[in-house]
Antibody, heavy 120, light 110 residues
Framework: QVQLVESGGGVVQPGRSLRLSCAAS????????FHWVRQAPGKGLEWVTF????????YYADSVKGRFTISRDNSKNTLYLQMDSLRAEDTAVYYC?????????????WGQGTLVTVSS | QSALTQPPSASGSPGQSVTISCTGT?????????VSWYQQHPGKAPKLVIY???KRPSGVPDRFSGSKSGNTASLTVSGLQAEDEADFYC??????????FGGGTKLTVL
């Protein structure tokens, strides 16, 4: 079955950078678009970013535009999220999710999430 | 992008039906048939229960159904069971390659 395993979370100071990874298995990685969705502690879900199956197009929420970069390595079945200029409000669990049919925008598969804490 | 509006809480007794609303605008919910619903149990990742307004993924019981009227989408859970108790989130495509979620509804089975 599909498995998405995020890693790279941790505690980081405001203004610093962090890179998240998502290792995918059980699917033909290069055929799927992927998103990052985050959830602040005790709060709701927030869409962050989306990358096409071939990496040719990338979209971002206004809250992260210019600071976060999504990328993928189809040879390694791995998705990335480079997070720069981190702020306290970026503190959240970050989920890697598969895209079913953009712009229909629904997510059949989710990872377990990785916690990012931005704090001095 | 503004979040979609959901009631903070909903409740029902076992066997009853409960409907959760999700209100947006003509730029998101009202403009596209791209509304999805997710169920999230405490400490777990969300699970897709409805997509494209009213379609159910395989494995999701037919007790879960979705609909839309104008700028408001709805999720109905029929024949409530104890395991349905969870947080529910709606989402919608919002144009210009953006997607927006609702604030979430905590469903309690009394």
């Amino acid at each position: 079955q599909v498995q998405l395993v995020e890693s790279g979370g941790g505690v980081v100071q405001p203004g610093r950078s962090l890179r998240l990874s998502c290792a995918a298995s059980g699917l033909k990685f290069r055929n799927y678009g992927f998103h990052w969705v985050r959830q602040a502690p005790g709060k709701g879900l927030e869409w962050v970013t989306f990358i096409w199956y071939d990496g040719s197009n990338k979209y971002y929420a206004d809250s992260v535009k210019g600071r976060f970069t999504i990328s993928r390595d189809n040879s390694k079945n791995t998705l990335y999220l480079q997070m720069d200029s981190l702020r306290a409000e970026d503190t959240a669990v970050y989920y890697c999710v598969t895209d079913a049919s953009w712009p229909a925008g629904y997510f059949p598969h989710w990872g377990q999430g990785t916690l990012v804490t931005v704090s001095s | 992008q503004s979040a979609l509006t959901q009631p903070p809480s909903a409740s029902g007794s076992p066997g009853q039906s409960v409907t959760i609303s999700c209100t947006g605008t003509s730029n998101d919910v009202g403009g596209y048939n791209y509304v999805s619903w997710y169920q999230q149990h405490p400490g777990k990742a969300p699970k897709l229960v409805i997509y494209e307004v009213s379609k159910r993924p395989s494995g999701v019981p037919d007790r879960f159904s979705g609909s839309k009227s104008g700028n408001t989408a709805s999720l109905t859970v029929s024949g409530l069971q104890a395991e349905d108790e969870a947080d529910f989130y709606c989402s919608s495509y919002a144009g210009s390659n953006n997607l927006v979620f609702g604030g979430g509804t905590k469903l309690t089975v009394l």
